[in-house]
C-alpha cells in the first residue's frame, strides 16, 4: 500500500520526511490546508509558529479521523510558512507527530496566510 523510496543517487532529505513515497491501490484523501483554530471557539491557538503548527496538527488529525485514517497514512504534506526561520522549529514539532514511514513533504514560505497565521498544512493520505 505505501512504500517508501530512499536512494543514494539523489540528495538525502534534510528534515523529518521522505525523498518519495509510492503507493498502490487504495482511497486516497485529500486534506486541505489546516491552520491553527480551536474548532470549538474559531480562535486562534497559539502565538508562535511551533505553537500554531501543534493545533495545526490537531485538526489535520481530526480530518484524517473522520475519513478513517491516521497520520500514518499521510504520503504526502505542504507546509507553508510564513516565516523560514520558524522552520527548525516547526520540524521539530513534525517530527513528534510524523515517526515512521516518513511522507514526502514540501515546506514553503509565502508572505501571508488566511487569518494572519504563522503556518498551515495540507496533507495526502492514502488507506
Known sequence: MKEIIATKNAPAAVGPYSQ???VSCGTMIFCS???PLDPATSKIVGTTAPEQF???LKNLQAVL???GAELKHVVKTNVYLTNMGDFVAVNEVYAKYFTIDLPARAAVEVSRL???VKIEIEAVAMI
Open 114 to 116: 488566511p487569518k494572519d
Open 65 to 67: 479521523k473522520a475519513a
Open 20 to 22: 518519495a513515497v509510492k
Open 54 to 56: 501543534e493545533q495545526c
Open 33 to 35: 490546508g489546516q491552520i
